[in-house]
């Protein structure tokens, strides 16, 4: 691959930002100080290069994996003696419920085997238009607040990709009161979610979850209503004879082989888990995505000559994304650096081993993909930024070590969409706009239920000729 040699020059010098590792020392002291950290923070040297770590100490035994196969083992092999951890589903339980993001068994194989064809409703060839309106009215709302108007990006984003999945769900742009609602709360929720450090990892017991704050359980029963609400105007538009084609509608309209449906508050659960699914992972990687291209000014150029290049002047159609592989391989990279879930937790659910290494019922089993996208055996130059890895003619990727949507059956199905309504963003916002953070040097990721920027990233937005190359 022939690159830019100031892109090269500008790749060697800057690195992204992340925690250095620390030292076991360090968090020996962050421990017995009883400092709260984030868990990126706490993240050793010993964790970037090996295959298997343990951390012997509090109430149970925790395990952190990285080798690609071990955590097939886990997550494929053998899954079903690995369930979600106590920790993820006592955290978002009181948001989703028993869905399928974290219900276990029967249950999760009977709802998600209910909800394929609801799934198969947001094919994407069928969703982009509703994408690319929304896209375009955005991009409107952003002109119209002139140019140098310094906003949050991180908020901006949110509103946007959830503006997307509502309209797939409900057939109706957030603006709405009721839907506008749903957002704030949402937000809320995303605030205040539990920030799990290592103490709390540490003290947790399975017995006795972890004590949700009553902010995030009044935003959880906020969220929750206002979907029912919603719910329950669609349950009256059919009454009267009006037909939808969205994913409530599907997912309304699902049945399993005994021919039932999903009650209110089962639905209620699916509706939300969609929602928060579909709208924090693209958000999440947005966010870090035009914060790294702000700091990367020869990338953009190669962008916005791609995008000159196949579209000219007009709008990124369905059938051009193919043809923009920059874009793709840029979030892609994007994922790779931030993955928005950074640890995914499962719990042993029997005496096990995993390789020689004998796991002990009611041990935490931690694949963090922060770790595994960064871990020194699997990637050159881990921390940094580089898209060219995932272009045609790069080396290839060791199976399993780049794995933003999860792994097996439980990866998310969203996984395309993402993808497909990321590169119609990233495409159209930066022919329009130049974003320019405020405090550059003051940006650090921290880990809550996506990887977001600490205080959230305000920019300074400047507006460019689309038509410019």
Known sequence: MNRPASFDAQHRTWRPPAPRPASGLRVAWWLLTRQRRDLLEV??????SKPMIQVPVG???????????????????????YPKSDLMV????????????????????????????AFAQMRLEQVFPLMQATVVEHVKRIEAMGDGVIL???????????????RAIFSEPIDGADAAEVFVAFMRFQRNAPQFDLSVVLRSDPAKPEALSPDLLA?????????????????????SGARFDDFAQAAIDARDSEGRGFDRERLIDQLTVLFLAGH????????????????????????????????????????????????????RETLRLYP??????????????????SVSAGSLVIVSTWVVHRHQSLWQDPDRFDPDRFLEGAPPLRPGSWIPFG???????????????AQLILTEILRRFDFNPVYPERVMPVSRVTVRPRGGLLCQVRHRDPAAA
């Open 43 to 48: 993240l050793t040297a010993d964790a970037y």
């Open 59 to 81: 109430r149970r035994t925790v395990f952190m994996i990285s080798d690609p196969d071990l955590i097939r083992q886990v997550f494929v092999d053998q899954r079903h003696l």
């Open 90 to 117: 006592s955290a978002l339980s009181p948001l989703v419920g028993d869905g399928v993001l974290v219900s276990e068994g029967d249950t999760w194989e009977h709802d998600r085997q209910m909800l394929s064809p």
């Open 152 to 166: 949050d990006l991180e908020e901006t984003l949110s509103h946007l990709t959830a503006d997307i999945v509502f």
């Open 219 to 239: 935003d959880s029963r906020a969220v929750r209503a206002l979907i029912g609400k919603l719910l329950d105007r669609r349950y009256l538009a059919l009454q």
């Open 280 to 331: 924090e992972t693209s958000a999440s990687a947005l966010t870090w995505a035009l914060f790294m291209l702000s700091q990367q000014p020869a990338v953009v150029r190669r962008l916005r000559d791609e995008a000159s290049a196949r579209l000219g002047g007009r709008t990124m159609m369905f059938a051009d994304a193919r043809e923009l592989p920059l874009s793709r391989s840029v979030f």
């Open 340 to 357: 928005p879930p950074a640890f995914l937790t499962r719990m042993a659910a029997q005496d096990t081993w995993i390789r020689d290494q």
């Open 407 to 421: 792994l097996g059956a439980r990866a998310c199905t969203g996984a395309a969409f993402a993808q497909l309504e």
